[in-house]
């Protein structure tokens, strides 16, 4: 019976991280409130192929059939910054407003929701991949003055 159980533990130590992997890639990103500010630390060197993962998230958006896509794409922005002086990375800030409630902005599943080629999946994410440096946080909030309107 001992024995029994240990290897019990042990295949639960084997699969649980598998397990726990496969719900996080299954997480959505989605923001609580009207407007976001999510940014990402990009490699210098690999500002190119994030802007291609950029082109690729813009003409899957574009091109999707969900529903909230095209509204997605309307509020959705994205500004290169300066070089964080810690790491060297670019700070890319994706400017959303308004945010879509509900809506998943996980970057790779819009890309491969409409892009189903395993081979061009495979090469957006070596791109996307090869680039980032460090998830940088989102600020979610509400905006409270907005100076363009009377």
């Known amino acids: 019976m001992r024995r029994l159980s240990r290897v019990v533990l042990a295949g639960a130590m084997i699969l649980l991280p598998a397990l726990s992997h496969q719900a996080q890639a299954q997480d959505k990103t989605?923001?609580?409130?009207?407007?976001?500010?999510?940014?990402?630390?990009?490699k210098p060197d690999q500002t190119a192929s994030y802007e291609r993962v950029l082109g690729?998230?813009?003409?899957?958006l574009m091109k999707s059939e969900e529903p909230d896509s095209k509204r997605m794409a309307a509020g959705w922005k994205v500004m290169k910054g300066v070089v964080n002086p810690q790491t060297g990375?670019?700070?890319?800030?994706?400017?959303?407003?308004?945010?879509?409630?509900?809506?998943?902005?996980?970057?790779t599943k819009i890309i491969y929701d409409v892009f189903k080629d395993p081979t061009e999946q495979k090469e957006v994410y070596d791109w996307y991949r090869g680039a980032f440096?460090?998830?940088?946080?989102?600020?979610?909030?509400?905006?409270v003055a907005d100076f363009s309107k009377p």
């Open 30 to 42: 989605t923001f609580n409130g009207e407007i976001a500010l999510w940014s990402f630390g990009i």
């Open 89 to 107: 990375n670019v700070i890319y800030t994706h400017v959303i407003y308004p945010v879509v409630p509900g809506a998943d902005y996980t970057i």
């Open 56 to 60: 690729k998230l813009k003409e899957a």
């Open 133 to 143: 440096g460090a998830a940088l946080g989102a600020n979610v909030g509400t905006v």
